[in-house]
């Protein structure tokens, strides 16, 4: 059932203890007019690549449907198990609470993979960071094994070394498929040449890495390969330039920001057309808002996805210091972040974000 559904590789995963130091960290350095992190090697961010390759969800199917409140209601006694794995999708802060409003799509499974959760996980994701990203936020929700996976996988000078797999094999039927790329992160960790739960370590680590200290490709092709099916079988939109959504949510993926993420050669982005603002939007207030009209503009975007795949020339090497990207890069971004003795606006050279 579990496999029908599409939400099987995160039921194989198993959650890392969230680090939030880390994840302050990365908070700190997204852009939420780019949907990226602007670290000083360039941009980078996550993609639907990650998603599918970490955790095996659908990227490539329909948004998720509108629904109203009494259809919610009415189908409130299904699908524990869904429910207990969309918690871990998409849960709010307080408490891991979830809305309603995802019981009505775990009723049939027979559609359930048809809809693009690792995308609406995205757009999630994406929606908390835009918003965490302001001085006057402290917290975060959304899917953070997401992003801390993410980021051990990426940039060496914050990840655990991994000294031993824990065994969860014995767990699962032998007849089941292999678990996802987040299972690599089930471990026994050392913390001998990196640190844990120290923001001013993590800041200070992001300030100074150098380009071989962040990965562009941690899993090239021979890996990807060795995934099972369900982690590689939509790699035809992981370029894809277009909305993604989750309800109310609609957020743009940018993967030609990212290029080297893909083994391409990155070069000036041209600018997506998009409400800095966007993030103040939510259904608080609008809780017989049509979704499906609301987001009619951006919606034949995603429809005919396939048109707007990014492609570059192979990245042969890496980008030299005066490429004209990285110019153009170190103009438009702050390069250190700091650790702050006192409010970050009455520091000389403060830049809002």
Not at 14 to 36: C, F, G, K, Q, Y
């Amino acid at each position: 059932m579990i496999e029908l559904s599409g939400l099987y590789g995160v039921y194989r995963s198993n959650r890392p203890s969230i680090d939030r130091s880390l994840i302050t960290s990365l908070v700190e350095r997204w852009r939420p007019e780019t949907h990226t992190s602007h670290f000083r090697t360039g941009e980078a961010t996550i993609t639907l690549q990650d998603v599918e390759v970490f955790y095996g969800l659908p990227v490539n199917g329909d948004p998720l449907p509108d629904l109203t409140t009494q259809e919610m209601i009415d189908q409130m006694a299904r699908c524990y198990m869904f429910w207990m794995i969309a918690v871990m999708m998409m849960a709010d802060t307080s408490g891991n609470y979830l809305k309603l409003m995802y019981l009505l799509m775990l009723e049939d499974l027979n559609v359930v993979s048809s809809y693009s959760w690792g995308s609406a996980t995205l757009a999630c994701l994406y929606r908390f960071l835009c918003k965490a990203s302001q001085s006057n936020q402290n917290e975060i929700a959304g899917f953070l094994p997401l992003l801390q996976i993410w980021a051990w996988e990426r940039v060496t000078v914050l990840r655990p070394q991994v000294i031993a797999q824990r065994d969860i094999e014995n767990n699962f039927l032998a007849c089941l498929p292999r678990g996802p790329r987040a299972t690599r992160w089930f471990a026994h960790f050392s913390w001998t040449d990196t640190t844990k739960h120290v923001l001013k370590v993590f800041r200070d680590a992001l300030d100074s890495m150098t380009e071989d200290q962040f990965i562009w490709e941690p899993y090239l092709d021979d890996l990807i390969e060795s995934l099972p099916d369900y982690c590689r079988i939509e790699r035809d939109i992981w370029r894809v330039r277009a909305p993604i959504f989750c309800w109310d949510i609609v957020e743009v993926h940018l993967p030609d920001r990212v290029m080297r993420q893909f083994g391409l050669k990155q070069t000036i982005p041209t600018p997506f057309l998009f409400d800095a603002t966007h993030f103040h939007h939510d259904r608080r207030g609008r809780r017989n808002t049509n979704w499906y009209l609301e987001h009619a503009q951006w919606l034949p975007l995603w429809n005919q996805r396939l048109q707007y795949v990014c492609d570059a020339p192979v990245n042969r090497e890496p980008l030299r210091y005066d490429d004209p990207y990285l110019i153009w890069f170190r103009r438009i971004t702050r390069l250190v972040i700091g650790n702050p003795t006192q409010r970050p606006q009455q520091q000389e050279g403060y830049v809002p974000n």
